[in-house]
């Protein structure tokens, strides 16, 4: 197998634990896309047209942001600790410990969703055509992209400021060319192809499907499909490039 469940487990469970004692980390995960979602009600309180098509796409962006930042920034202070040379010095292997920590910030990926998305659905007036557990789970898709991806450049940074760096360098290019700002239809053909080539594309293509259909496409699936094989291949690069300590 691929990895061990036993010892993905524990590694699940101590990345809890550990986080369980730091309360910054928990606000970050679950205030601030909370916070950033009610900041955006009140600047469009007189345009409601205006954010009731921005806010579901959105509800993309920041859960994945979000999760990008803490899981690159948590997965590289393993490696300049030396918590992680010691794990690895265990009966453990890289992907063990990528997937645990994949699986432990998976979790709170399904918490932020669900509070987020609920929040906005039943308080700040974010209404979609489609049913209200397809906008939360594409959250989900995202907020777990951003953890893959996170995870993924923890590996080739040397330092907190250096994972901090490779965000606008990874997300900074999707969020301009994922369709918000400008319809892929309205883009250069080649700026639309390299669009095409990027996972937030389609997590916006999927939840401006959401906003606007009632029953869920086939189109909206292979969506979310293509982002969860982001997810996928994301992590197993991950724990390919993984370094146990910081040279």
């Given at each position: 197998?691929?990895?061990?469940?036993?010892?993905?487990?524990?590694?699940?469970?101590?990345?809890?634990?550990?986080?369980?004692?730091?309360?910054?980390?928990?606000?970050?995960?679950?205030?601030?896309?909370?916070?950033?979602?009610?900041?955006?009600?009140?600047?469009?309180?007189?345009?409601?047209?205006?954010?009731?098509?921005?806010?579901?796409?959105?509800?993309?962006?920041?859960?994945?942001?979000?999760?990008?930042?803490?899981?690159?920034?948590?997965?590289?202070?393993?490696?300049?600790?030396?918590?992680?040379?010691?794990?690895?010095?265990?009966?453990?292997?890289?992907?063990?410990?990528?997937?645990?920590?994949?699986?432990?910030?998976?979790?709170?990926?399904?918490?932020?969703?669900?509070?987020?998305?609920?929040?906005?659905?039943?308080?700040?007036?974010?209404?979609?055509?489609?049913?209200?557990?397809?906008?939360?789970?594409?959250?989900?898709?995202?907020?777990?992209?951003?953890?893959?991806?996170?995870?993924?450049?923890?590996?080739?940074?040397?330092?907190?400021?250096?994972?901090?760096?490779?965000?606008?360098a990874i997300l900074f290019p999707q969020f301009l060319l994922c369709g918000l700002i400008v319809p892929l239809?309205?883009?250069?053909?080649?700026?639309?192809?390299?669009?095409?080539?990027?996972?937030?594309?389609?997590?916006?293509?999927?939840?401006?499907?959401?906003?606007?259909?009632?029953?869920?496409?086939?189109?909206?699936?292979?969506?979310?499909?293509?982002?969860?094989?982001?997810?996928?291949?994301?992590?197993?690069?991950?724990?390919?490039?993984?370094?146990?300590?910081?040279?």
């Amino acid at each position: 197998m691929f990895f061990h469940i036993k010892a993905t487990f524990a590694v699940t469970r101590r990345i809890l634990q550990q986080l369980s004692h730091d309360h910054r980390t928990i606000a970050l995960v679950f205030v601030v896309p909370c916070f950033l979602m009610w900041l955006l009600s009140w600047m469009f309180e007189d345009n409601q047209m205006m954010f009731k098509s921005i806010a579901p796409p959105l509800l993309a962006i920041f859960p994945m942001s979000i999760m990008f930042l803490i899981t690159s920034i948590a997965t590289l202070r393993e490696r300049t600790n030396g918590t992680l040379e010691r794990v690895l010095a265990l009966p453990i292997a890289k992907s063990d410990f990528i997937f645990g920590y994949a699986l432990a910030f998976g979790l709170l990926a399904v918490l932020q969703a669900s509070l987020v998305a609920t929040i906005s659905l039943k308080f700040l007036g974010v209404e979609i055509e489609g049913p209200d557990w397809m906008l939360v789970l594409v959250a989900l898709v995202d907020a777990l992209l951003g953890v893959a991806l996170g995870l993924l450049a923890s590996a080739f940074a040397r330092s907190e400021f250096q994972a901090v760096q490779f965000m606008p360098a990874i997300l900074f290019p999707q969020f301009l060319l994922c369709g918000l700002i400008v319809p892929l239809s309205s883009m250069p053909d080649f700026l639309e192809s390299i669009a095409r080539l990027l996972p937030l594309t389609y997590a916006v293509e999927a939840m401006q499907n959401i906003t606007v259909e009632a029953t869920t496409s086939s189109e909206t699936w292979q969506n979310i499909l293509i982002v969860i094989s982001w997810v996928v291949v994301a992590l197993i690069l991950g724990s390919l490039t993984l370094r146990r300590r910081v040279k």
